[in-house]
């Protein structure tokens, strides 16, 4: 249930209505938009919407007939804004947020770095801890890994994204990290949801390989329910019957998600193509179709990665991608970063 204040509501008003559906045993989630404030009414119960239309100040009470409530454009029309640092994802700028499956060793990550930093990536992406299908590959440096990002990101003035598998795993995490990942493998660890929501680092949830649209939401409904209103989703490939590709870039859920969400959505073209000649074409076309952002995979040498070089590009590769997202952006009202970013000190 959705309650729409009235324009002209006073805060005691609002205070007022808040009080009085908790006390109907009622979890409230506050939204202020440009001209009305909307609070999102979740819980077991189902109170009269009647009794609520009736307190002062209250425009209209509203039923939300999808399962998921906090992450309906319902709760929220307008499109929820992302902050990382001075990173606006969700905005009118494309964020591109690139680096290497895995962190290696100091010197792979500080050139993979540099090198897309200086093509106009905003946020470094890299794994400490990594979750592979056989237990002999490799595995993450762990805290290491995370500290040579961390580091990296610094010297770069970057943001870093990185995976967290495990509820042990999320206070080391955040000491290092700006955007906590949640995998295609995680994407129903409602237990690790559940405390991300709890969390107040930006959460990017990846879409699992075989998760309809609904079931994804539904699990961002769990990490916003918890208070974290910071979540992007990531539309990474699904499994299908096709064996071409490592998975099926659903190009599709995107304006679908952007219909049904008020959360930014990026594209993974690395992970939902598996291919380093299909990633460029499958970003165009992402962004193309109203991503907010990309998360691409770029190695410096990816012919000797130890995870997922097949499909990580080489630097000069990310750079001319660069280039052709410059002019696509502009063609659908959207901008991406012209200039190299700026060094700036990033904390944690």
Known sequence: MVVVMDERATEAQIELVVARLVEMGMDVHRSTGVTRTVLGVVGQRRPDPGLIEMLEGVHEVLRISEPYKLASRTFKPEGTIVNVGDVRIGGDEVIV??????????????????????????????????PRS?????????????????????????????????????????RY???FQVGARNMQNFTLLRELGHTRKPVLLKRGIAATIEEWLLSAEYILSGGNADVILCERG???????????????????????????????????????????????????????????????????????????????????????????APAIGRSICLEPVARRGWGS
């Open 97 to 130: 947020m690139a680096g290497p499956c895995s962190a290696e060793n100091e010197k792979q990550v500080r050139a993979t770095a540099t090198a897309v930093r200086k093509a106009g990536a905003k946020i470094f992406r890299g794994g400490a801890f990594k």
């Open 238 to 328: 699904i499994r299908t019957f096709e064996t071409a590709t490592r998975n099926t870039f659903d190009v599709s859920a995107i304006p679908v998600v952007k219909k049904l969400s008020h959360l930014p959505v990026v594209g993974d073209p690395s992970h939902g193509a598996g291919r380093r000649d299909m990633v460029a074409p499958m970003a165009r076309a992402a962004v193309a179709a109203g991503a907010d952002g990309l998360i691409i995979e770029v190695h410096c040498d990816p012919d000797h990665a130890l995870s997922d070089g097949a499909q990580s590009m080489y630097p000069a590769q990310f750079d001319r991608l660069m280039a052709e997202l410059r002019i696509i």
């Open 177 to 179: 990290t700006d955007v």
């Open 134 to 174: 056989s237990p002999y590959s490799f595995q993450g440096l762990g805290e290491e890994g995370l500290r040579l990002m961390r580091d990296a990101c610094n010297a770069e003035g970057m943001g870093l994204v990185t995976e967290v598998m495990d509820l042990s795993q999320i206070e080391l995490i955040e």
